[in-house]
């Protein structure tokens, strides 16, 4: 970890050039440098009345992810189901799904260009919905890839059906992405570094 960059993120911190939240989001994400920025003292070890450690999971990861809310949740779950989709061979619905997930997250506001959007990720559902039931014999695991962007996808929609989403609903997704992403059997460390690098290069990127 470089001292020069915790310190960096530190002075942006400092003087409100990066919210303080984005900064404990990637130091929950297990970024180093943002613990040190944030000065925050390592963890003590338990004690013999603590309770102990959740089963290390990705659901369990995730959920303690939970608390930054939805749209770091869906975030999450997309850089999840990308790294899912990218340990198998490619299909076009995975990448016709992304482009609309990555159309989402870098969105600007406007209701007209909302609708087009939340027409673009319905499509892009179906497709992987289709695809999902097309594969789920020849090829599972690119079957489970479609599962695991399928929820996410789903939350994207929600949120641009218009009104407040419902919270219950986006949550389910969100976990819904995690049990499927478990369900690739690939190795935790991997997952979560994916994810680290995607979510916190949002997240600390200078503001617009």
Not at 80 to 89: C, G, I, L, N, Q
Not at 134 to 152: G, I, M, R, Y
Request: proline share 8%; with cysteine; net charge negative.
């Amino acid at each position: 970890m470089s001292a020069d960059l915790a310190s960096q993120l530190r002075q942006r911190m400092v003087s409100g050039a990066l919210p303080r939240e984005r900064l404990q989001l990637a130091d929950a994400l297990g970024y180093a440098a943002a613990q040190a920025a944030l000065q925050r003292p390592d963890a003590e070890p338990p004690g013999p009345w603590d309770p102990g450690e959740p089963i290390p999971s990705l659901e369990n990861w995730g959920r303690r992810l939970g608390r930054f809310g939805p749209s770091v949740m869906l975030r999450i779950a997309v850089a999840v189901a990308r790294h899912v989709t990218s340990t198998v061979d490619e299909h076009p619905a995975f990448v016709k799904g992304l482009a609309a997930a990555d159309a989402f997250l870098g969105r600007t506001s406007g209701a007209g260009a909302a609708k087009d959007l939340a027409a673009t990720c319905e499509a892009a559902s179906r497709d992987v919905a289709r695809a999902t039931l097309a594969l789920e014999k020849s090829a599972p695991a690119q079957a489970q890839a479609c599962l695991t962007l399928l929820p996410a996808l789903r939350g994207i929609s929600a949120i641009l059906e218009g009104g407040p989403p419902d919270r219950a609903l986006l949550d389910g997704h969100y976990l819904r992405t995690l049990e499927q992403a478990s369900g690739a059997e690939l190795p935790l460390e991997e997952v979560q570094a994916a994810v680290r690098d995607e979510v916190c290069a949002w997240a600390l990127a200078p503001q617009a």
